[in-house]
């Protein structure tokens, strides 16, 4: 009862008996009548076709014992991902690539954070508390043409284009790229850029099944080398 009269209230412009049901949605009426949203009242987003609630993602993150503050939001990643993106201050040296598998053992997979943005210090309002207005955009730029390049050797290489995919300082030989947090259609970028770098056409089935830097390295190893090939071109 006391939740469906959270959520339901009367209707001031309805007749007797009439509700309105209270979304958490935020939005205002414009002049020319056109309704624009303004975001979620209580920090439910939609991700991947989930509900999820950030203060969930964001209660997870301040667990961590290195951890000293944090914020969530959906925002400052390129049109066509889904994610969240994540603000910490540590109290040793930064490590996103650990604070990303902390998250992935305790989180499902499409809760874990696309982006970890790591600050020296939390912007805060005049009351103290985390102005997340004034959180700095993530960066999403990467060098790539110095990322897997013909000097590095086949793992190497790989290792570079997983951690450059997933926004990371570095990743291990063995660290899965899904336990990370990355996503499938993240994935098929990197299989695109792995088969660039090491010319070769790798099997998306076979390489999902082996979705680490080493696992792809030896993939890639046992898959016939493709980059002088040229298009074949139809005769009319």
């Not at 002049?31 to 209580?42: M, T, V």
């Not at 925002?75 to 969240?84: K, N, Y």
């Amino acid at each position: 009862p006391r939740l469906t009269a959270e959520r339901f209230r009367p209707d001031p412009r309805g007749g007797a008996g009439e509700r309105l049901y209270l979304t958490g949605d935020t939005g205002r009426l414009c002049a020319d009548g056109r309704l624009r949203f303004g975001g979620r009242r209580d920090g439910q987003v939609k991700l991947r076709g989930f509900r999820v609630e950030l203060g969930e993602i964001e209660a997870v993150i301040v667990s961590h014992p290195d951890v000293l503050a944090a914020a969530v939001a959906v925002r400052g990643l390129p049109p066509g991902e889904d994610g969240v993106v994540v603000w910490v201050m540590m109290a040793g040296a930064p490590d996103p690539g650990d604070i990303r598998r902390y998250l992935a053992q305790r989180l499902p997979r499409h809760m874990v954070p696309a982006r970890i943005v790591t600050l020296d210090r939390m912007p805060t309002t005049a009351h103290g508390k985390i102005d997340r207005a004034a959180l700095p955009m993530p960066e999403l730029v990467a060098d790539h043409d110095q990322v897997g390049g013909p000097a590095d050797d086949p793992e190497t290489a790989v290792r570079r284009l997983f951690a450059d995919t997933l926004m990371l300082a570095e990743v291990t030989a063995d660290d899965d790229f899904f336990h990370l947090g990355g996503d499938s259609m993240r994935f098929v970028r990197l299989v695109s850029r792995v088969n660039d770098a090491l010319g070769v056409r790798l099997p998306l089935r076979q390489a999902m099944q082996q979705a680490s830097p080493r696992g792809l390295a030896e993939l890639a190893a046992g898959t016939p080398d493709v980059s002088g090939e040229v298009a074949s071109v139809p005769s009319a």
